[in-house]
């Protein structure tokens, strides 16, 4: 069965520090995988996506994500935080024959000036 | 550039009441879908459209009713308003059925 992990509810970190917020995933075949932003009370806007070529994908905002496929993993990072970063994170996998997208349950950054 | 419009932004309904979520995009996007947004369940999906006169069920589709008779425009009807509909509802729409996604703006429904 497909479906996509955010361990963490939330992360927190000090501004101007690395950030990573972890998504795993479980596909059958290959997957595309996708990262979304939501700050509060507003609608999702998309950061970066992941179908094939390299593993380091370069996103909106300075954002990245690395593509591990022996560990299943789809982790977002940022080399230095900014306050204006925290929001809620979701990681959305895109597999099957469908095609449809499943959502993660979302990680909530929290950067701490 | 609007993208993606959902109306209204906010909604109070009585249980049993009927409405409309409008949602449209400017975009000629062939997929569109619908979401609802709950605390600690992430997004469901409730219906999508891979293109105008063509619908189906998402993951949550009970209560719910959708149309697609033109590329912009995807609304969903709320049948009898339950509590249980009380949700945050997206609209998204893309090119194709697994590319990035534009949302709209959401809009807050509450059914008391």
């Known amino acids: 069965a497909q479906s996509v992990a955010q361990p963490e509810d939330q992360v927190n970190v000090a501004e101007g520090n690395p950030l990573t917020v972890k998504c795993t995933y479980s596909v059958s075949g290959n997957p595309y995988l996708f990262w979304y932003v939501q700050y509060p009370n507003r609608g999702l806007q998309f950061l970066l996506k992941?179908?094939?070529?390299d593993n380091l994908v370069k996103g909106s905002y300075g954002f990245e994500a690395e593509f591990n496929k022996s560990q299943t993993s789809f982790h977002l990072k940022k080399p230095s935080a900014l306050v204006s970063d925290s929001a809620l994170y979701f990681c959305v996998l895109n597999a099957g024959n469908n095609r449809k997208l499943i959502w993660g349950l979302g990680t909530s950054l929290a950067v701490n000036p | 550039n609007a993208g993606v419009t959902q109306t209204p932004k906010f909604q109070v309904l009585k249980t049993g009441q009927s409405m409309t979520l409008q949602c449209a995009q400017d975009m000629n996007h062939e997929y569109m879908s619908w979401y609802r947004q709950d605390p600690g369940m992430g997004l469901r999906l409730i219906h999508y459209s891979v293109g105008a006169g063509i619908t189906d069920q998402g993951e949550v589709p009970n209560g719910y009713n959708v149309s697609r008779s033109t590329t912009e425009d995807f609304p969903l009807r709320l049948l009898s308003a339950a509590p249980s509909q009380t949700s945050v509802y997206f609209c998204a729409s893309s090119y194709s059925e697994g590319g990035p996604a534009f949302f709209g703006q959401g809009t807050r429904l509450t059914v008391v």
């Open positions: 992941y179908i094939t070529g």
